[in-house]
């Protein structure tokens, strides 16, 4: 018969496996949007693909680029609507969730500057195709870079103030949006550059396994325990009439678990996203709490 410590350790992993899942996404409460969700102030791009049903590897590139930025828009739109209604017990996690999304954004600008746009660049011969987008930018970084310092700088989540959240949002927000919408069309539109490359072509598929390759590591180079679950569950599913519902491409297991294994250990962020564990849009959480808050103050009344 095993002792007391055999049956610890043997019962271990299970306990760990339980905790986990008791805090994993799919936990949490998920209702219908009914109050202003994530697809405003910031407007949300219509991928190219959509349009123009064309395959080319730029319209496809871009069209997963405008996914990608879909998200993050997403994520700014959900702290935008929300900033000025967190309840005091959650702004310690919303501060977290806020964080990840500039991490977000920082390391996807980075990767696009070291990596993405350089091979591009090489692939056409031509140093100059992203010269106004690396203008756009500059444009937005100070902002952005204001947004992260007054979150860090915090003494307490205590200190923390929507309305000043909100009015350091609004110094970039307009080119931040403009950016994040003409980089699809400056992408979109490589496939009339001279040199693109033909159909058929080794230079063609070369390319696109670059864009598959960039797309498939940038997420998760920034973060598989804070930045994979944000972009996930900032992800609509429902989107284009589900034209994306299987996007990224990868195995049903291994996107449960990035969303639900992954996203347990900082699960209280993720309330604040503007979609629940299968990709359908959600209620945000600032206006569920309050309705509950006014609930419970009310029946405590009566």
């Known amino acids: 018969m095993a002792g007391p410590r055999t049956t610890l350790i043997l019962s271990l992993p299970f306990m760990i496996i339980g905790f986990l899942l ?12 009914s109050k202003p969700w994530a697809d405003s102030p910031m407007k949300l791009i219509t991928t190219p693909q959509f349009l123009t049903k064309k395959t080319d590897i730029f319209t496809s590139g871009a069209t997963h680029m405008a996914l990608l930025h879909n998200s993050i828009l997403r994520g700014y739109n959900s702290i935008y609507q929300q900033a000025p209604h967190i309840l005091e017990q959650d702004k310690a996690e919303f501060v977290g969730y806020c964080l990840t ?4 954004v920082k390391s996807h600008h980075d990767d696009e500057e070291a990596t993405l746009f350089t091979k591009i660049e ?4 031509d140093k100059n195709v992203f010269e106004e987008t690396h203008k756009e930018h500059d444009a937005f970084l100070a902002g952005l870079f204001e947004f992260e310092k007054y979150l860090s700088g915090l003494k307490t989540p205590v200190d923390y ?10 110094t970039f927000q307009e080119p931040f949006e403009s950016h994040f919408h003409s980089e699809i069309a400056t992408i979109s539109k490589l496939s009339d550059h001279p040199n693109a490359p033909k159909e058929g072509t080794p230079q063609n598929a070369a390319a696109s396994a ?4 960039w797309g498939k590591a940038t997420v998760t180079k920034a973060g598989v325990l804070d930045v994979v679950p944000f972009f996930l569950l900032n992800l609509d599913r429902t989107a284009e009439d589900g034209m ?12 449960w678990g990035l969303i639900n294994i992954a996203g347990a250990l900082h699960s ?4 604040f996203a503007s979609c629940d564990a ?8 600032a206006f569920y709490a309050a309705d509950i808050k006014a609930q419970r103050e009310g029946q405590a009344k009566a």
């Open 278 to 285: 299968a990709g359908k849009p959600k209620q945000l959480w």
């Open 161 to 170: 103030s929507g309305d000043e959240l909100l009015r350091i949002m609004g």
């Open 210 to 213: 670059t864009f598959k390759a």
């Open 122 to 125: 090489e692939l056409l011969q």
């Open 244 to 255: 994306w519902t299987n996007w990224p491409p990868m195995p049903a297991p291994i996107r």
């Open 22 to 33: 008791s805090r994993a996404p799919y936990m949490m409460t998920s209702i219908a949007p």
């Open 101 to 104: 999304w500039f991490k977000f």
């Open 268 to 271: 209280g962020w993720w309330k």
